[in-house]
């Protein structure tokens, strides 16, 4: 594994299940166990009731893109090697949306609406990073 030179991501103590999760390739979300609210990205506190009582759930890892970007020059530094890469904001079905990268695939052909599917990519052994990919069908 070549040396992983980007930022990584702050675990904290909120977010160390899903970060622990991501290393079993499972992508995990909080749900409220008395609304029934989808909390995403890792909270103390439900985001519509203010309860507590959240419980972490596994998602499928399916959706599809809302929007995204591809960007082919003028990166910032630290990503400066992976151009040209692409960013997207993808719903998840289970009612969340997650900023990430879509990878394996021509980013000529990204649209809004195309179905995607998670992968894992171990950046270092302690952090794998959840991403997407075009469902082929």
């Not at 409220?32 to 759930?57: A, R, T, Y």
């Not at 009612?95 to 052909?109: A, E, P």
């Amino acid at each position: 594994m070549n040396e992983y030179k980007k930022p990584l991501p702050l675990i904290t103590p909120l977010g160390k299940p899903f970060w622990d999760a991501c290393k079993e390739k499972k992508l995990l979300y909080q749900v409220c166990k008395d609304c029934g609210q989808v909390n995403f990205f890792p909270k103390m506190l439900c985001i519509n009731c203010m309860s507590h009582n959240l419980e972490w759930k596994e998602s499928k890892g399916k959706g599809h893109i809302h929007t995204f970007t591809v960007t082919y020059d003028a990166a910032p530094p630290e990503f400066m090697s992976s151009v040209p890469y692409a960013l997207a904001i993808v719903n998840l079905d289970e009612g969340f949306s997650m900023l990430t990268n879509i990878v394996d695939c021509d980013y000529k052909m990204l649209k809004c609406n195309i179905p995607v599917e998670v992968v894992y990519d171990p950046v270092t052994p302690e952090v794998i990073l959840p991403k997407f990919r075009p469902v082929n069908k």
